[in-house]
């Protein structure tokens, strides 16, 4: 019997919505190189389903057709799946955290690389980059501040950010230890406010899609907060893979606050530095025979 004929005898009929996606999933990774396939699922049928009914589309099928053939589609798309989500100094705590459990840690190199994965418009990347220039650390610091979606990195870029969110912003500064008048930090420019471009002055933002591409350095810090929440076990594992593999010897790896190293392969790469703000530094896994 062939796989169609068994799945039409069945009892139970195969989700045909699901089928759709399977293909469309396929068909954006081989034709955009794209890969969703490992996403989470339930959120990755919302998010389609979203996209089919604004694209005025009745099927999956339909817009499967329609993302063959237009690449603006598909960028419409990426902006549904990727969700962009951020803010400065987002969950203040860890920032404080960070100050206190890490910058000393960082202050006994004389050279370093962190790796912001998953920046999106960049707030992530200029809290960091106030906060070690307030440690007396950015000037021997290069950030490399990556994303899968190139319109979210064009803004970090800019580093414009809407002028209405500057007294949340500001109230999350505050909380996460910042020692000045966080206005110090940005101008007035006519869409927003325009931060300090000598704050990203040795920062390298670029398009680095984790689950496709491989590690491009070693670094003494990772961060990738709120990125891993969107896939799957079988990607997440495959990411933490990346991430050990990227990291100094001793590196920290810091993940968000739903995030987390236990249950992966990983789990005993790293010691926790702070477990409540997801902070690790990896150790050296102790072989069967003692040694290291
Ligand atoms: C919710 S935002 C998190 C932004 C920031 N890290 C924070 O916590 O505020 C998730 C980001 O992950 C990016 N992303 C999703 N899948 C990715 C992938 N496969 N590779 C790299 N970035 C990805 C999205 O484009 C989005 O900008």
Redesign the pocket.
């Known amino acids: 019997m062939s796989v169609a004929e068994s799945r039409l005898s069945s009892d139970e009929p195969a989700d045909l919505e699901d089928i759709e996606i399977d293909l469309l999933l396929e068909a954006v990774y081989r034709r955009y190189g ?2 969703f396939r490992n ?1 989470a699922r339930a959120s990755l049928r919302r998010r389609l389903s979203r996209r089919r009914d604004l694209e005025g589309i009745a099927t999956i099928s339909g817009l499967l057709e329609r993302l063959l053939h237009d690449p603006d589609c598909m960028e419409r798309l ?1 902006l549904d ?7 400065m100094f ?1 969950d203040p705590g860890f920032y404080l955290a960070f100050r206190e459990r890490v910058v000393p840690v960082l202050r006994t190199y004389p050279f370093l690389r962190i790796w ?6 960049g ?2 990347t200029y809290s960091l980059a106030v906060l070690l220039a307030e440690e007396g650390l950015l000037d021997r610091t290069r950030i490399y501040a ?4 190139q319109s ?1 990195l064009a803004r970090a870029r800019d580093g414009v950010f809407p002028l209405e969110k500057m007294r949340e912003y500001t109230e999350n500064y505050l909380a996460a230890g910042g020692t000045r008048a966080f206005s110090e930090y940005y101008v007035a420019a006519y869409d927003g406010v325009r931060f300090d471009p000598a704050l990203v002055a040795n920062v390298v933002f670029a398009q ?6 491989r590690s491009f350095n070693e670094f003494q810090v990772v ?5 891993l929440i ?2 799957d076990k079988t990607l997440q594992d495959r990411v933490h893979r990346l991430f050990h593999d990227s990291l100094s010897r001793f590196g920290i790896l810091v993940l ?1 606050q739903k995030e987390s190293v236990s249950f992966t392969p990983h789990e005993h790469d790293y010691q926790a530095l702070d477990d409540a703000h997801r902070i690790y530094r990896k150790v050296a896994r102790p072989t069967p025979h003692g040694g290291r």
């Open positions: 794209f890969d996403y990426l799946l990727s969700i962009n989500v951020t803010a987002r912001n994965a998953g920046c999106s418009t707030e992530e990556t994303d899968i979606n979210v680095h899609n984790l689950v496709a591409d961060i990738c907060r709120n990125v969107y896939f968000g």
